[in-house]
């Protein structure tokens, strides 16, 4: 499955498109949808991120039958493919970034994350669009919209991280790093180090972004599962209150 080439950045381009299931194994043959790009290894570690990527819509190539999978990532990019990821919903808000201009191909992302405070200010009213990202500000970015659908961690917590560059890893953004870690979306990248602050590549951002939504849809899968049983188990709790009822009026007769 092909997806059209987008001469730009190698997210503009094509909208979103539902959601298809990750095929369970892929014989990296002729169907692989990597095949499509000349700089694409099919037996790399990066086949599974990048196949869901481009599956999915949420990143396409960079044009010249390229995908880029070494090249940087910036915010402004991040922001789009999550507004992808939920299939780019439109919001009114009114964003205050003093660098965003109207009608930019990342205008509406931005204006989506900043009412859903995915992203925020660096405290000047700058958003820094095409600033580059790092894994640890990725894992923050990514940690937001957890917490905006309900997910994520409250209260005190810990987690141990056993990286020996652990310690490198922001203040701001160490309980988003070990909660990703903690979720299997931040793995390392080898000889056990974290990187926190090494740029976060295409190909790892498709990585961790297919982790990241695996995560989020078992938790959702969880919580209304823990929800089902909580509302059998007050309506269980109902009807034995109503057969009490019931008894005590019949021995009242
Ligand atoms: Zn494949």
Not at 81 to 103: C, G, I, K, Q, W
Not at 194 to 222: C, D, F
Not at 233 to 242: C, D, H, I, N, R
Request: with cysteine; charged share 25%.
């Amino acid at each position: 499955m092909c997806k059209p080439e987008t001469p730009d950045d190698g997210i503009s381009g094509e909208k979103t498109q539902a959601h298809e299931p990750h095929p369970a194994v892929c014989d990296r043959g002729d169907a692989c949808p990597l095949g499509a790009f000349a700089d694409l290894d099919k037996t790399s570690w990066y086949h599974d991120g990048v196949e869901w990527a481009l599956i999915n819509g949420v990143m396409n190539g960079v044009g010249e039958g390229l995908f880029d999978p070494d090249g940087r990532t910036n915010r402004a990019m991040i922001v789009t493919m999550l507004h992808r990821m939920e299939s780019a919903p439109v919001v009114n808000y009114a964003m205050d970034f003093t660098d965003v201009e109207d009608d930019m191909w990342y205008t509406e992302a931005i204006r989506w994350a900043a009412a859903n405070e995915i992203v925020t200010d660096y405290g000047d009213g700058k958003f820094g669009p095409t600033d580059p990202l790092t894994r640890e500000q990725l894992a923050t970015i990514l940690y937001r919209c957890a917490k905006a659908k309900g997910l994520g961690s409250t209260g005190l917590w810990a987690f141990p991280l056993t990286f020996d560059d652990a310690s490198e890893a922001s203040d701001w953004a160490y309980e988003a790093v070990c909660w990703m870690v903690m979720q299997g979306v931040i793995q390392g990248t080898g000889n056990n180090k974290l990187s926190p602050k090494g740029m976060a590549s295409r190909a790892q951002v498709a990585t961790m972004l297919m982790r990241y939504n695996a995560a989020e849809q078992e938790l959702l899968r969880q919580t209304m599962e823990a929800e089902q049983i909580s509302r059998q188990t007050a309506v269980s709790t109902l009807s034995y209150e109503a057969g009490r009822v019931r008894n005590s009026i019949n021995e009242m007769n």
